[in-house]
């Protein structure tokens, strides 16, 4: 993208007396010329006088807002993933003059809620759950996104992507980025020297974890630690086996507050998570325990061996960039669907990014329609991809991924291909349930959820406390 060079017009207005000699007695003297009138002086227009006040991108390409600055906070921090943000943000700098600057924390969550609470927000943000949107919507922190700009974006997006976000008629935020959750990792060499196959169902796929203690060989690589959000990763395992072990129906009802987490069929399926962990041989934890392990420490022990599987989101691919493994049937770690109930469905769950404003401005608008038009979709992912490769080598999987419609598909490599059919194929697909839930009962599912698989409380206990946080 180039930047729109600035075209102003500047008309030279020529002033010139006309002397007009008057005929008459030579003894009177000549009039007095007067000054013809000067021609009135054309008005400077500038690029973007055509465009629509609405037309926030437009207009900045055009350089309406050259000068101006906006400030966007989120969690990416590593090289690949800040820094492709900052690849891209750079690019939106040179196209518009406007000086969009990021900053990431492992604490994003806390220090959003600080920032807010001292009236000192960032002027945008990269917020993963919606739930969380809802209650910055709820308490009037957050900007309502103009109708043009969700109305843009909505075009570039399968119907219903932004329906998280509404709150009370109006959208406070617009998908950046989707994850897909529901990938099983393994290392490759482990599964062709045993003969391994990746089963079809869970029951499948605990049979080969018990086959694989058998054999000398740890199954799982487990790790729930992420700063100030430790405990996600074990409640994206609570989500995946409710979609598997029960459905979608008891899954939607769960996510609204309708099925609590006391109930019988809630508790039973985290025991069933634990009961698989705490299994001895089970699983490998890089930090000592899996509530001390961080959830990206799971990447080179699974290129080394020390575990044959780890279940984790496609961004999980940016953490090989650091444990020098490759991705793919002939690379050092294989992926594939993550195993379903056996009831004939294919659940998949996803997640993702959202961009949400804290400061209503033309040029924060502008950026947000940028970050999620199908041109700043591709330049996230050829950004990322390329610092990925050099990372890792190429071919290496970038660890983002768009369901932007409108962008083009050649920007992902074979297998980022797959992860798009089996969004393709999902039956069903479901929103992170905890993203989705109110702040209160996502921090408290954390928490709760940390405290069951430290052995701190029992599940009955900790699912208790969640439904205690959440009344």
Known sequence: MK?????????????????AACAGDADEPAA??????????????????????????GRALAGAYEGRSVSVFGSERSEVE????????????????????????????????????????????????????????????IQAVPAAVVERTNAQFPAGTNDPYVYE??????????DLKSILWYNNAIFADNGYEIPDTWDGLKELSATMI??????????????GATGWPFTDWMEE??????????????????????????????????????????????????????????????????????????????????????????GD???AYFPAGGDGRTPVLTAGNSVAAFRDAPEVWALMSWLTDAEGQEARQSAQAARAAAASGPGAASGFMSSNINLDPSVFNP???????????????????????????????????????NGDKSVADAFAAIDAAAS
């Open 82 to 141: 800040a820094g492709a943000f900052n690849d891209t943000l750079a690019l939106f700098r040179e196209a518009t003059g406007i000086n969009a600057v990021y900053t990431g924390s492992a604490d994003f969550e806390p220090q959003l809620n600080v920032m807010i609470q001292g009236n000192n927000p960032p002027d945008m943000a990269l917020i993963p759950q919606p739930g969380g949107v809802i209650g910055f919507a709820e308490d009037g922190s």
């Open 214 to 227: 058998e054999d000398g060989i740890t199954p799982w690589c487990v790790g729930i630690e992420s700063g």
């Open 241 to 330: 086996m409710v979609l598997r072990l029960a459905d979608e129906n008891v899954y939607d009802q769960w996510t609204a507050g309708e099925v609590t987490f006391s109930d019988p069929r809630m508790v039973e399926i985290a025991q069933e998570i634990l009961d698989v962990w705490n299994t001895d041989g089970m699983v490998y934890a890089a930090g000592g325990s899996i509530a001390a392990t961080p959830f990206g420490d799971n990447a080179s022990p699974l290129v080394n061996g020390d575990c044959a599987m780890h279940r984790q989101a496609q961004f999980f691919a940016s953490f090989f960039d650091d444990a020098g493994g490759t991705i793919g049937p002939d």
């Open 32 to 57: 007095s010329p007067e000054p013809a009138p000067a021609p009135e002086a054309e008005a400077e227009s500038n690029p973007w006088d055509d465009l629509a006040e609405d037309d926030y991108l």
């Open 3 to 19: 930047r729109t060079k600035l075209r102003f017009a500047a008309p030279l207005a020529a002033l010139g007396l006309v002397i």
């Open 169 to 178: 008629g109006s959208t406070y935020a617009l998908r950046y980025k989707t």
């Open 333 to 335: 770690v294989g992926v």
């Open 415 to 453: 297998v980022e291909q797959t992860w798009y059919e089996t969004l393709a194929n999902a039956s069903p697909a479901r929103f992170d349930a905890s993203d989705l839930m109110t702040p209160e009962r996502n921090r408290a599912f954390w928490d709760e959820g940390t405290a069951a698989v």
